[in-house]
């Protein structure tokens, strides 16, 4: 096969988030049942402002009520062994115990190796030997399991991921910053476009955590923003 194109869709959300959000938010400081307060909600401005409110004082248990979930496709196994390290998210992901490779197997390269054209033509001679060993190792009557061994992580593969609106942000805060690896900041940057589209007000909240923060709080900053010692300095 060859080297495939990243594909991200968002498969899965609630059919009214702001709504379910506001209603999360409201029922904490009204003395009205939560169904009350869902089918009294006020026009959009309203809800925002008081949803801004809230999360900017820190309540973020009101926006864990909404789950979303993603047909994620194309990606490296480095990018997938990355991506599972994140806490409350779900994962079902393409199995290389079961799943046999056919010809080739689908492969995905760093831009600092495909933009050197002799370095990528080694990786991709690299990928045919490895391609041409797994399938001598099928032939031979060895188990998937254990002929995986050798794919390496560059390996394509795909999955479901779901989380919840809390953790996507959290998500979006640590991986779309510079000091992320390149494919996983795409990856999560696709994720948000894909949640942006059907809810333009979260834009505000899916982008690098130095947006939020005000500052950088990395070791090393790209120098986007100040870092947070530079700022005490003044």
Request: charged share 25%.
């Amino acid at each position: 096969m060859a080297e495939k194109q990243m594909q991200v869709n968002l498969i899965s959300k609630p059919e009214n988030i702001l709504k379910t959000v506001y209603t999360a938010c409201r029922t904490c400081y009204s003395a009205k049942l939560p169904i009350e307060v869902y089918d009294e909600a006020p026009d959009n401005e309203k809800m925002l402002t008081l949803i801004k409110r809230v999360i900017s004082s820190g309540h973020f248990s009101t926006i864990e009520h909404i789950q979303l979930s993603f047909a994620i496709s194309n990606v490296s196994r480095a990018c997938t062994h990355q991506l599972v390290r994140h806490r409350h998210m779900s994962f079902s992901q393409k199995s290389q115990r079961y799943v046999k490779e056919k010809g080739e197997f689908d492969y995905v390269i760093p831009n600092s190796i495909k933009n050197n054209p002799v370095l990528k033509e080694k990786f991709e001679n690299f990928i045919k030997e490895t391609s041409n060993l797994y399938q001598e190792f099928i032939e031979a009557g060895i188990q998937a399991e254990d002929a995986r061994s050798i794919l390496p992580n560059a390996a394509a593969s795909s999955l479901v991921a779901s989380l919840n609106l809390r953790e996507l942000i959290h998500l979006a805060n640590l991986r779309l910053c510079t000091r992320a690896q390149l494919e996983i900041r795409l990856m999560v940057k696709a994720m948000c476009e894909e949640v942006i589209k059907a809810e333009p007000w979260l834009a505000e909240y899916l982008v690098p955590k130095c947006e939020r923060l005000g500052y950088c709080d990395e070791d090393k900053s790209c120098g986007r923003l100040k870092t947070r010692e530079e700022l005490l300095k003044h």
